[in-house]
T-cell receptor, first 116, second 114 residues
Framework: AQTVTQSQPEMSVQEAETVTLSCTYD???????LFWYKQPPSRQMILVIR??????QNATENRFSVNFQKAAKSFSLKISDSQLGDTAMYFC?????????????FGKGTKLSVKP | DAGVTQSPTHLIKTRGQHVTLRCSPI?????VSWYQQVLGQGPQFIFQ???????GRGNFPDRFSARQFPNYSSELNVNALLLGDSALYLC?????????????FGAGTRLSVL
């Protein structure tokens, strides 16, 4: 069974600085998708970025980028120029490609606090 | 366009009761998935529906059931509520099923079982 591990329960960063959130996963699949979701206090999960496993190039979305190391099964999220609005829970997720299903498997999350 | 909407936002029930949670997907989305998020944990997959048929089920007891209607909205039903069912229940919709389809989440229903 696939598992997702986030080893940092909480992190903090000063406004305008850079922070990296860690995620490792375990799977025997070769083709899959990885995601980072953000959950602010409003509770709604918001997609931050996604990575296709067969693509070598790391995904980027404005201030957000990933470091995808397929052999090491590592998928970290880098947030540059941190803003107060980045304060939230961040969840790493794996998309189960088995059959016709598309359910997400989430880690336990990292609580990020951006300090002024 | 409206996002995924869930109702109610909050709900308080007592042990042994039954509850129904509702979800309306983004217009044009044919698949709905349900997740349970216990406090301090990541969401756990409960069900996925596509075109009114169950396409996936997580490791939850038979007290949990769901259905999808012709307009693609969905209900999650939980019978014989236990204290441990207290959680945030999230609904997500996607255009289709499968790895390539992004899931968009609603704000959830907070269920408290007393």
């Amino acid at each position: 069974a696939q598992t997702v591990t986030q080893s940092q329960p909480e992190m903090s960063v000063q406004e305008a600085e850079t922070v990296t959130l860690s995620c490792t996963y375990d799977t025997s699949e070769n083709n899959y998708y990885l995601f980072w979701y953000k959950q602010p206090p409003s509770r709604q999960m918001i997609l931050v970025i996604r990575q296709e496993a067969y693509k070598q190039q790391n995904a980027t979305e404005n201030r957000f980028s990933v470091n995808f190391q397929k052999a090491a099964k590592s998928f970290s999220l880098k947030i540059s120029d941190s803003q107060l609005g980045d304060t939230a829970m961040y969840f790493c997720a794996f998309m189960n490609p088995g059959g016709s299903q598309g359910n997400l498997i989430f880690g336990k999350g990292t609580k990020l606090s951006v300090k002024p | 366009d409206a996002g995924v909407t869930q109702s109610p936002t909050h709900l308080i029930k007592t042990r042994g009761q039954h509850v129904t949670l509702r979800c309306s997907p983004i217009s044009g989305h044919k698949s709905v998935s349900w997740y349970q998020q216990v406090l301090g944990q990541g969401p756990q997959f409960i069900f996925q529906y596509y075109e009114k048929e169950e396409r996936g089920r997580g490791n939850f007891p038979d007290r949990f059931s769901a259905r999808q209607f012709p307009n693609y909205s969905s209900e999650l039903n939980v019978n014989a509520l236990l204290l441990g069912d207290s959680a945030l229940y999230l609904c997500a919709s996607s255009l289709e099923v499968g790895v390539k389809n992004i899931q968009y989440f609603g704000a959830g229903t907070r269920l408290s079982v007393l």
